[in-house]
C-alpha cells in the first residue's frame, strides 16, 4: 500500500509526529442519606466491559477451548438459574437436561424480526488464541469450531492483536506470523475478520486468568520513568496503557507514543496486506485505552475498586499535570492547576464526595473548567490516534469502542462517567462531542451492554441508580444525530433468549422513521459454555433473527 507522502507528512505533523510510529457492594446503610433522582435524557436504551480484558484462559499451557473432549461446566440459563451440563454441541442424550432448560427458560413476548435489515454478527475469539509467542494455539480445534459458529451463520470472528505479543521484545520488532497463521484458516472458511488493535495490557484484574502485559522494552522504561502511565492521586501507575500526557514526548526509545502506534499499525497493514486484498479484513478497531476503549483507567480492581464505586481521576503523572497547570494560566486562573480534593476514592458513592455530590463542585466554575479540560485530552487523544490509523488503513472501515458506564446514570452528577472521562452530567451531553470527533475521520462507534435492563439492574444493585437503557438511547441518538455508524457487542455473557431478545430490540428500533440499526454485532465471546448445544441453539437462533430471516428449527451442521 503506497500513502500519498505530502499526506502523510501533513497528518504526522498534526498529530505531532516527526515524518521520520464484580464484586458487590454493601447495600447502601438506613442512616446513610438517599440520593436525589436526576431526570433522564431520553429511553428506550453497558456494564463493565470486559470484552478485550476478561474470561478467564491460560496463555502458558493450560487447555484451549478447543481442545476435544468432554467437560462438566456450568450453563447460565436466564435469570441468574444455572444447571450442570456437557459441553459439546454434538453429543446427544441429554434429553433430561433439554427439558429442565425448556422449564426454567422464561417465557418472553417476541418481536418478528423477519424480513428487517440485516445486520451482520461476528464472535470474538478466545483471550489465548494466540500465545506469547505469537504462535497460534491449537490450529484444528479452532478450525473445527469456527466451521461450528459457521453453521450457525455467524459472518465472521473478531481477534486482539496484541502490543505486548507481537513487539514485545524490542522496538520495531514485530512478530505477526501467529496471526497470520489464523487469518488464512478465517479466510479457507469464507469468514470475515475484525482486527483489534490492542495497545493495552490484558489482564491484571480479579478473575483474570490471563495475562497479557505491555511490551517489556516499555515495561524497562517505566521502571525508570514511571509517569508513562496513568497515576491515581495516591501515586498509584495503572500499566494496563500509556498516559496519553506521552503522545507527542519522545520518551519511548526516541519515539512518541504517538509514532509507536502508528508504526505498529503500517507494520500491521504491510505485513497483512494480502488479508485485506482479498477482503477478509473487514474492520480494524483501534485501541485507545483501557481494554481497548476510549476511556480513563478510572475503575480498576487492581486498586481496590469495586462496583458500584465512581472510581478515581487519572491525572497525576507528570505529564497530565503539567498540561494542566497550562491550561489553568491560559483561563487566567493559575491556581486552578490541580485535580479535585474531594472526589472521594475509588468504592466511594457519589452522595459521598463533596465533588460529586448535588450541588457539588462538579457544576462549579472551576469543577466545570477541570472536567472540561479533562474530557477534552480524551478527545484529542482519540482525534490524533484515529488520524493516523486513517493513514494505515486507507480504505478499510475502522471502529473505536466506548464503554457503557452506567451506573449513577441517574443522579445529576454522573460521577462514575466524570472520572472516565466522559463530561456528561445530568444537564450537559458529553457523548456529542466524541461522536463528532468520531463522524470526522469516518469512524465507526462501537458501544457496549445491549444486552442490560435497567431494571435487572434495581434487582441486583438498587443502591447504583444505574440505567443502562438510557444510557445506551442517549449514546445512539448522539451518534445517529450525526449519521455516524453505530456497533456493539455484549457487556457481560449472554445465553439466554431475553437477552438476545434486548439485544434485537436495540440493534434494529421499532418504529424508527429513519429504519436506522446496527452496523454490525460482536458476541463477546467464544466460549465451552456458548457451544453447549442448548445454548449454541439459542445463539443460532439469534444470529438469524439478526439477520432478518425466519427463525426456523436450527440444526448443527459440524460435528467434532
Known amino acids: 500500500m503506497v500513502i500519498p507522502t505530502c499526506r502523510l507528512v501533513d497528518t504526522l505533523r498534526t498529530c505531532g509526529v516527526a ?57 447460565v440459563i436466564g435469570c441468574g438459574r444455572t444447571i450442570e451440563d456437557d459441553p459439546s454441541v454434538s453429543e446427544t442424550g441429554d434429553d433430561a437436561d433439554d427439558q429442565k432448560v425448556s422449564r426454567v427458560r422464561p417465557k418472553v ?33 479452532l478450525t473445527k469450531d469456527m466451521k461450528i459458529l459457521k453453521s450457525a451463520g455467524v459472518d465472521g470472528v473478531m481477534v486482539d492483536c496484541w502490543w505486548g505479543i507481537v513487539e514485545a521484545e524490542a522496538p520495531q520488532a514485530y512478530n505477526w506470523s501467529g496471526y497470520k497463521e489464523l487469518f488464512k484458516i478465517v479466510r479457507d472458511l469464507n469468514l470475515k475478520l475484525q482486527v483489534v488493535m490492542s495497545f493495552h495490557e490484558c489482564g491484571g484484574n480479579v478473575g483474570d486468568d490471563v495475562f497479557i502485559p505491555l511490551p517489556r522494552w516499555i515495561i524497562q522504561i517505566g521502571e525508570t ?42 507494520s500491521f497493514r504491510v505485513e497483512c496486506d494480502e488479508f485485506f486484498q482479498d477482503g477478509v479484513i473487514s474492520e480494524i478497531e483501534v485501541g485507545l485505552g483501557p481494554c481497548g476503549e476510549l476511556r480513563y483507567p478510572s475503575y480498576p480492581a487492581k486498586h481496590g475498586w469495586t462496583y458500584p464505586g465512581i472510581g478515581e481521576f487519572q491525572c497525576y503523572d507528570k505529564y497530565l499535570m503539567k498540561s494542566l497547570a497550562k491550561a489553568a494560566e491560559i483561563r487566567g486562573h493559575s491556581f486552578w492547576a490541580r485535580a479535585p ?18 450541588g457539588g463542585d462538579f457544576d462549579s466554575h472551576y469543577g466545570r473548567f477541570f472536567l472540561n479540560w479533562y474530557s477534552r485530552l480524551l478527545i484529542d487523544h482519540g482525534d490524533r490516534v484515529l488520524s493516523l490509523a486513517n493513514l494505515a488503513f486507507e480504505g478499510t472501515n475502522i471502529a473505536a469502542k466506548l464503554s457503557g458506564i ?7 452528577s454522573h460521577a462514575a462517567e466524570l472520572t472516565a472521562g466522559f463530561y456528561n452530567p445530568s444537564n450537559r451531553d458529553g457523548y456529542a462531542p466524541i461522536a463528532a470527533m468520531l463522524k470526522k475521520h469516518g469512524v465507526t462507534l462501537n458501544f457496549t451492554c445491549f444486552e442490560m435492563r435497567t431494571l435487572d439492574q434495581y434487582e441486583g444493585f438498587p443502591e447504583a441508580l444505574a440505567d443502562p437503557e438510557g444510557l445506551v438511547w442517549q449514546v445512539l441518538n448522539a451518534a445517529w444525530d450525526v449519521s455516524l455508524p453505530v456497533a456493539s457487542e455484549n457487556a457481560l455473557p449472554c445465553y439466554d433468549r431475553e437477552g438476545y431478545n434486548k439485544i434485537l430490540e436495540n440493534a434494529k428500533p421499532l418504529h424508527d422513521p429513519d429504519g436506522r440499526h446496527l452496523s454490525a454485532f460482536t458476541y463477546l465471546r467464544h466460549s465451552a459454555v456458548l457451544m453447549q448445544r442448548h445454548n449454541f441453539e439459542e445463539f443460532g437462533r439469534f444470529v438469524k433473527r439478526m439477520h432478518g430471516i425466519v427463525p426456523s428449527l436450527f440444526l448443527i451442521a459440524c460435528t467434532r
Open 19 to 75: 515524518s521520520s510510529g464484580l464484586t458487590r457492594q454493601p447495600r447502601r446503610t438506613a442512616n446513610q442519606a438517599p440520593l436525589r433522582v436526576a431526570s433522564v435524557r431520553g429511553s428506550p436504551l453497558s456494564s463493565l466491559s470486559q470484552s478485550n480484558c476478561s474470561f478467564g484462559l491460560n496463555l502458558n499451557g493450560d487447555r484451549s477451548p478447543f481442545a476435544a473432549g468432554p467437560r462438566k461446566s456450568t450453563v
Open 109 to 141: 413476548p417476541e418481536r418478528d424480526f423477519t424480513g428487517t435489515a440485516y445486520v451482520p454478527v461476528y464472535v470474538m475469539l478466545p483471550l489465548n488464541v494466540i500465545d506469547m509467542n505469537c504462535q497460534l494455539v491449537d490450529p484444528q480445534g
Open 225 to 266: 520513568n514511571p509517569h508513562i502511565y496513568f497515576t491515581d492521586r495516591e501515586g498509584r501507575r495503572n500499566s494496563e496503557c500509556l498516559t496519553w500526557g506521552i503522545d507527542k514526548e519522545r520518551v519511548l526509545k526516541s519515539r512518541t507514543a504517538l509514532e509507536v502506534y502508528f508504526d505498529y499499525m503500517r
Open 341 to 358: 480534593d474531594n472526589a472521594g476514592s475509588y468504592t466511594s458513592g457519589p452522595h459521598e464526595a463533596g465533588f460529586f455530590r448535588d
Open 406 to 412: 452506567h451506573w449513577w446514570y441517574k443522579t445529576a
